[in-house]
C-alpha cells in the first residue's frame, strides 16, 4: 500500500500557477516527521524541491527559492507545494516523502536520503 498520495498536478503554461497536494494514506500518520517535494525530470536525475522540518523550518532548492512555498497542515499532515511563476523546466513529476525525526531535513534537501516514504508522483507539464 501506498502510504503517501500526491495530487494536483496538470498542464500549465508558463508563468501559471499549480499547488500540489500530499496526503497519507489512511492508517499512516506522520507527526514527528520531516516531509519534502521532489522532482525527476525525463532523462534527469532526481532532484529535492523543498523539505519542511518538524518544526516548521523550510529550506528550498536554489531554483525554486521565491517561487515555490512549502507547507504541512500539522492537524492531519497533509503536506503542500504551491507553484508560481512556473517555468517549462519546472516540468517533471513531483513526489512526496518523509522521514523520521527532525533536524536533517536540510541536509537532505538534494539527495532525499532519510526520507524512508515515498509517494508515487503527480506530473507537472509547464509549456512556454
Known amino acids: 500500500q501506498v502510504e503517501l498520495v500526491e495530487s494536483g498536478g496538470g498542464s500549465v503554461q508558463g508563468g501559471g500557477s499549480l499547488t500540489l497536494t500530499c496526503t497519507p494514506s489512511?492508517?499512516?500518520?506522520?507527526?514527528?516527521?520531516?516531509m519534502g517535494w521532489f522532482r525527476q525530470a525525463p532523462g534527469k536525475e532526481r532532484e529535492g524541491v523543498a523539505v519542511?522540518?518538524?518544526?516548521?523550518?523550510?529550506f528550498y532548492a536554489g531554483s525554486v527559492q521565491g517561487r515555490f512555498t512549502i507547507s504541512k497542515e500539522n492537524a492531519n499532515n497533509i503536506l503542500h507545494l504551491k507553484m508560481n511563476s512556473l517555468k517549462p523546466e519546472d516540468t517533471a513529476t513531483y513526489t512526496c516523502a518523509a522521514g523520521l525525526g527532525g533536524g536533517w531535513a536540510r541536509f537532505a534537501l538534494s539527495s532525499g536520503i532519510g526520507f524512508t516514504s515515498w509517494g508515487r508522483g503527480t506530473r507537472v507539464t509547464v509549456s512556454s
Open positions: 489512511a492508517g499512516y500518520s506522520y507527526n514527528n516527521y520531516a
Open positions: 519542511i522540518d518538524t518544526d516548521g523550518t523550510t
